[in-house]
């Protein structure tokens, strides 16, 4: 009884590293019904979480909570939850009370980077990361969010030496390859970033996010065509990512077709009405045809949006 779940734990741990989220699961499927230690839930809960399971995540939560009434992993879970929830106020409380009852966990940092950044505090959300990582140098996730916020606040070298510490750490992570491969985009790595998104590709098919990577890297390196159908597929992932459709709207419209690269920036506008990108695209297109005065509108609108918003720079 006891140690078996702990067994179970240490042995889904790698597999979870390792990008093998099948096995992860797996190797804690037939757990005796008798825990009563806080860690197995939180543990479960974080992987359920990581593929988007978030009820069944929030149920675990609980029982950890039940077991421990102010366990911090848990109340930083929580606070996660809430974000994704898009209660923001919550999430934040949360995260502050998961950092007062355990001062080194990176978890609950973790936590309070995600809360920052949904109140738009990227400068927080940033100081809260750096904190996790000082805390947990070997996660390599962590490194993939630091470096995905030194792009949004465009510190482009430091967001490659983060992406590149995160690969270093934990290369079977698709997210991690997926952040490595726009740190290099944003460096005009053409080559290396197409590399690294082919490789988030294999470690997983349904992410659309290595997809658009991987479109927009070869419409860079010139390949329109090729970096379109790349696109295609991202949108097909996720119908209702509105930057997907900015994006592949953008692509339409440079192989000058634009009743199709309307209808994209039309649905981007109505999936995301805050996305500054669908706007910022739309007014090029008008531009172009000659239509300024209604262009010079989105692009105000797109530059309005971009101050709430920064994180697509």
Known sequence: ?????????????????????????????????????????????????????????????????????????????????ATVQKENEKALKLAHKAIETNPDSATAYIALSYAHQANLNLEEALAS????????????????????????????????????????????LARIQTVLGYAYVTQIKIKESIKAFEKAIELDQADPLPRLGLGLAKIRKGKLKEGRREIEIAASLDPNQSIIRSYLGKAYFEEKRNKLAQDQFGMAKELDPLDPTPFFYDAIRKQTQNRPVEALQDLQKSIELNDNRAVYR
């Open 1 to 81: 009884g006891k140690n078996k779940w702990q067994e179970m734990i240490r042995e889904s741990i790698p597999c979870y590293w390792g990008g093998d989220l099948t096995n992860a699961f797996s190797r804690i499927e037939n757990v005796p019904n008798d825990i009563h230690d806080p860690r197995f839930f939180t543990y479960r809960a974080a992987l359920l979480l990581t593929v988007g399971r978030v009820e069944e995540a929030y149920v675990d939560v609980e029982k950890a909570l039940n077991l421990v009434p102010d366990d911090s992993t848990a109340t930083a879970l929580q606070s996660i939850i």
């Open 129 to 172: 990361l750096q904190e996790a990582v000082k805390r947990a140098p070997e996660n390599g996730l962590a490194w993939a969010r630091l470096s995905e916020l030194w792009l949004s606040l465009g510190n482009l070298d430091k967001a490659l030496e983060s992406a590149e510490k995160a690969v270093s750490l934990n290369p079977g």
